[in-house]
């Protein structure tokens, strides 16, 4: 029966401190962490793999943590910046050189 197997892993899900409400957003992040973005779009997934990287979810984070990556995503935005720049500054010296041509 599909639906006393899916309150079976709910109630283990729980077990293990894993978020059950937002299953999705669980899913995606796992999805993330095996380094398949398409598992998140599958219906069936590795078990060995889920199971890996549900372990690697395992325990808390703590605010340091959360700080440590909110700065490497302030970093990794400022790059992106100065890369968004780099490309503008290119396509208008190459659109300038061609219209001078």
């Known amino acids: 029966n599909l639906k006393k197997q ?21 899913f995606r992040v796992v999805s993330v962490i095996c380094g398949d973005a398409s598992m998140s779009n599958e219906k069936e997934a590795n078990i060995q793999a889920f199971a890996d990287c549900c372990l690697r979810l395992k325990g808390t984070a703590s605010n340091l943590h959360l700080q440590s990556v909110a700065g490497d995503l302030v970093h990794i935005s400022v790059m992106m910046q100065h890369q968004i720049e780099l490309c503008e500054m290119l396509a208008k010296k190459f659109t300038n050189g061609n219209n001078a041509a």
């Open 6 to 26: 899916n309150g079976k892993l709910q109630a283990q899900m729980r077990l293990l401190g894993l978020p059950v409400d937002r299953a999705a957003d669980f």
